[in-house]
């Protein structure tokens, strides 16, 4: 085998699901492709986050000698504390009408979580670069936040492409001024996108209580 194959397939390797005895969960940082009985998985560790998700299925029923695995979302860093998104609120105001951005990033050896403003490259009313945070030891991006100004919040194309690779939670904040902001929220996940249907309400709540009037 090519020696870059090997390399590679070592950084990204694929597992058969046993079907008699149970798959140790990965702990250390990484990714792995699980081939089961129900198809093809893929499970992303990380400090925070521990996700596995079908990413493709049988389309003839051949019979395989794998056991089955149940898709599974194990969020390690527990529940983010609301009074961060208004935090964030408050910066998207005082950038109106432009938008801005912020991470949210944990500490896996406090199980702290602050904040992070980015360095803004460019900025205006419909669009946003910047330079990811320097963070310190142990933390890792949780929440990549960032406002639409006036406009609703919603993931656009430049968004997807922004988010192939990462494994994180997606938040927008849009209708910066409005008493109820309009908020979106996803998991990204290796160019996995999927929609959190119902924001928290307490993020609401948080966004809410920093109204300027």
């Known amino acids: 085998m090519h020696p870059m194959d090997i390399t590679l397939q070592r950084s990204f390797p694929s597992v058969m699901v046993p079907r008699f005895g149970d798959l140790a969960p990965l702990e250390t940082t ?7 009985a129900n198809g ?9 986050l521990r996700l596995v998700r079908c990413v493709a299925q049988f389309e003839v029923k051949t019979a395989v000698p794998y056991g089955v695995a149940a898709e599974t979302t194990d969020l390690r860093c527990g529940r983010l ?3 961060l998104i208004g935090q964030f609120a408050e910066m998207a105001r005082a950038a109106m009408p432009n938008e801005t951005g912020g991470w949210i990033v944990w500490n896996s050896t406090t199980s ?5 403003p980015v360095t803004i490259l460019s900025h205006g009313h419909g669009h946003l ?3 990811r945070p320097a963070l310190a030891d142990g933390e890792v991006l949780v929440v990549d936040c960032h406002s639409h100004g006036n406009f609703p919040a919603f993931f656009s194309s430049t968004d997807n492409g ?6 994180k939670f997606a938040f927008v904040m849009g209708n910066c001024l409005a008493a109820t902001p309009s908020l979106s929220l996803r998991l990204c996940a290796k160019g996995i996108f999927e929609a959190v249907e119902r924001v928290p309400s307490d993020w609401y ?5 920093q109204e300027v009037v």
């Not at 093809?40 to 925070?48: D, F, G, M, N, T």
């Not at 709540?205 to 209580?209: G, I, V």
């Open 30 to 36: 990484g990714e792995r492709l699980l081939i089961a």
């Open 40 to 48: 093809v998985l893929l499970e992303v560790s990380r400090s925070w």
């Open 81 to 83: 504390p609301a009074t």
């Open 112 to 116: 702290e979580f602050r904040l992070v």
């Open 129 to 131: 670069q910047y330079e």
């Open 162 to 167: 922004d988010d192939q690779h990462d494994v």
């Open 205 to 209: 709540a948080a966004a809410r209580a």
